[in-house]
């Protein structure tokens, strides 16, 4: 079985744009290694995830790449990108989608990621 990575992005918010680029690089170096990765957005991080914010953010002052790059890079990569159920119904409003390559998964699938020795974890 190749290794298998789930990362979670809480405090990167859309505030700090410069916070959300290190889980999303940490995520295509493990893609590099052939790691199984999928991301799980909470709380007020799960606005990453609504079409066409990241693109409006940009992670430095050289504007070379905006979040929205980075996010597609992963998916790219078939990171999948997973949305907490109650995080989105928090911070995201009721106009709102979420860009095309988000799914869903509530606490329990990253808690479950957590106990499962079969995984390693990270958060953000």
């Known amino acids: 079985m190749s290794e298998q990575l789930a990362i979670l992005i ?3 918010t859309p505030e700090r744009p410069e916070l959300v680029v290190t889980p999303l690089v940490h995520a295509l170096a493990a893609r590099a290694l052939d790691a199984r990765v999928e991301i799980h957005f909470a709380g007020p991080a799960v606005r990453w995830l609504v079409e ?3 693109d409006t953010a940009w992670p430095s002052a ?3 790449k905006s979040v929205g790059d980075f996010l597609r890079e992963v998916a790219a ?3 999948r990108l997973l949305a907490c159920g109650m995080a989105r119904a928090a911070w995201v409003g009721e106009h ?3 860009v095309a390559q988000a799914a869903s998964a509530g606490a ?3 808690v479950a990621r957590v106990l499962d ?3 390693h974890t990270l958060t953000f």
């Open 10 to 12: 809480w405090a990167a």
């Open 52 to 54: 066409g914010l990241a």
């Open 62 to 64: 050289s504007r070379d």
């Open 77 to 79: 990569e078939d990171v």
């Open 96 to 98: 709102e989608c979420l």
């Open 108 to 110: 329990t699938a990253f």
């Open 117 to 119: 020795p079969h995984w």
